[in-house]
């Protein structure tokens, strides 16, 4: 059994998801919905160290894979056309080639990466998200109080597209629309052919 768990904390909200994954199927065995509660950050951040470590303490934590996402409102999102279509290439130029779309932030303050939506003989054209390193870090910062270590962070917007993705593979041709609506905002994520193509983020 491979345990897997998913975070995703939004303003007060807390949402975890466990799930067994093997090659044939993937399975949710646990569910937990929880609200950070305290008036000063040392009380939230205490509150929410402990739903940590009640909700994953009896999951196998030691050997369990997590990820943490951020919410997509907290990102800048952009699509920018560059002049090269090698992932490798993409990835050395990325920032400089970001830094023209994203004027209201020094680049060397932001973490940048994207995710390419189409190409053509000698350009793409990418979908980047930027976010600031201090969030990430504050991010990070939560979790270890809760003794949680992700190995990755990915945006709401991108961990609805992977979910669906591994949940309906039935849908992964053509066209799809995926609407994620809490409290006070919206994402929409439109995928082609089981790639992102598009993000919005609506408050």
Do not use: W
């Amino acid at each position: 059994m491979a345990l897997h768990a998913g975070i995703e904390i939004d303003g007060s909200e807390v949402c975890i998801a466990v799930v067994d994954s093997t090659s044939k199927r993937t399975t949710i065995v646990d569910y937990i919905e929880a609200r950070i509660s305290g008036e000063t950050s040392e009380e939230r951040v205490e509150s929410l160290a402990e739903i940590l470590r009640t909700s994953l303490s009896g999951n196998s934590k030691k050997s369990m894979d997590v990820v943490s996402c951020i919410p997509t409102r907290m990102t800048t999102l952009r699509e920018i056309s560059v002049p090269f279509t090698r992932d490798d290439v993409i990835a050395k130029t990325i920032r400089y080639e970001s830094e023209g779309h994203l004027p209201s932030a020094s680049i060397d303050d932001l973490i940048i990466e994207y995710i390419k939506c189409s190409e053509e003989e000698d350009s793409s054209r990418l979908l980047i998200s930027a976010i600031q390193k201090e969030t990430v870090g504050a991010h990070l910062d939560m979790l270890r109080e809760g003794d949680v270590d992700p190995i990755q962070i990915e945006v709401d917007a991108t961990a609805l597209a992977t979910a669906m993705h591994v949940a309906r593979p039935d849908l992964r041709g053509g066209r799809t629309l995926l609407i994620g609506m809490e409290a006070g905002h919206t994402t929409f994520v439109m995928l082609e052919e089981g790639r992102i193509s598009r993000i919005r983020s609506t408050s």
